[in-house]
């Protein structure tokens, strides 16, 4: 079969790119004749991306295009024109990201316009079907892929807490929470400490946020291959954006045997049960932060526990137990 992924996609990053190319490698790895396109161009070579586009789709069976909101509906928007409008290809969107509500409040004529070309739609958490259900857009879910090993080694032990953060320096995941929680944190475990990887508009800002307080570590951008090894060197795994959907960094947290501790937000309840495995606070509470770092320390067997279980929910996101849905999507419509 001959599939087209389109997406605003970047290599060795996470989000969106990281599900499209685990969606690559493995169909690759099954024979499947692959292309990514990356609508990721400059503001002038984008121009040109709709014909581009209006000629490559012509040679694939399937036209599978990631898209989310505001800008990130671009792949979307030149996807449905070039493949279905224009071309009549069969096509799946795939919509990502938390935020959607509030982009089809704004836009919803133009969005149910595109998405309603699609002969699948799929989104990857019953939270954002629920959502897409409310404008009476129909969808069916496929989980995000992850590929990586799961760790199978017993944690070993949280008698120090050492913090990690891996999301963008944005307002939105609200790292100043994080840090505002790490302070109370240092003040009663004087060996912890923080490490916080990503970039964003916010930088600067929570630099300033952390003058004189040691022990906090800003690692910059990294590639999403060493993902895994930090998670490992860390025993607490700290996400608490405003809003969310079905982020792959706490699937990666599962896999690698890091506690986590996320915001009670959109998605990420669909992915962890309070107490069973991870821990859930409410956003913009550093209090709330605390409190769980509290309870790790203080009781390490039922942490290690939560570990465990994290582990086993990441299978869930394997490709083996995700490649029937995929590929059967793909088998329907070359048959139609």
């Known amino acids: 079969m001959k599939i087209i992924i389109i997406a605003n996609y970047t290599e060795d990053k996470g989000g969106i ?11 690759t790895e099954e024979g499947h004749t692959v292309q990514i396109f990356s609508t990721y161009r400059s503001q002038l070579t984008r121009i040109f991306l709709f014909f581009l586009l209006m000629v490559k789709v012509r040679k694939y069976d399937v036209v599978h295009i990631h898209g989310c909101s505001g800008r990130g509906f671009l792949p979307v928007v030149i996807g449905i024109l070039s493949a279905k409008v224009f071309n009549k290809r069969k096509t799946i969107v795939t919509y990502h990201g938390g935020g959607a509500e509030d982009f ?3 836009r919803k004529k133009l969005i149910k316009w595109f998405l309603g070309k699609a002969d699948y739609i799929t989104v990857m958490s019953g939270f ?10 129909d969808t069916v879910i496929l989980k995000n892929v992850i590929d990586i090993d799961i760790d199978t080694k017993i944690s070993s032990g949280f008698s ?17 929470d994080i ?23 916010e930088q600067e800002n929570l630099v300033k946020l952390v003058a004189g307080c040691e022990q906090i570590e800003f690692l910059g951008k990294l590639p999403s291959s060493k993902m895994s ?15 969310d959907n079905q982020p792959m960094s706490i699937l990666e947290a599962f896999a690698s045997g890091i506690i986590i501790i996320a915001s009670n937000v959109g998605g990420v309840p669909y992915m962890i049960e309070n107490g069973r495995n991870g821990l859930l606070v409410d ?16 009781n390490p067997e039922s942490a290690i526990q939560i570990v465990e279980e994290g582990k086993k929910e990441v299978e869930k996101y394997l490709w083996k137990n995700i490649r029937q849905t995929l590929i059967g999507f793909y088998l329907n419509l070359s048959k139609s």
Do not use: C
């Open 229 to 243: 090894e930090l998670m490992k060197e860390n025993n607490i795994f700290i996400s608490v954006p405003s809003f």
């Open 128 to 137: 954002l079907q629920d959502v897409f259900k409310r404008f009476d857009i």
């Open 160 to 176: 120090t807490p050492k913090l990690l953060s891996i999301r963008g320096l944005s307002k939105i995941y609200n790292i100043n």
């Open 283 to 298: 956003v913009n509470s550093p209090e709330q932060i605390v409190e769980k770092i509290d309870w790790i320390i203080e």
């Open 17 to 27: 790119s990281g599900v499209v190319f685990n969606h690559f490698k493995k169909l």
């Open 179 to 201: 840090i505002e929680a790490f302070k109370i944190v240092k003040k009663k475990y004087p060996t912890a400490s923080l490490k916080i990887a990503g970039t964003g508009e």
């Open 104 to 106: 089809l409040k704004k």
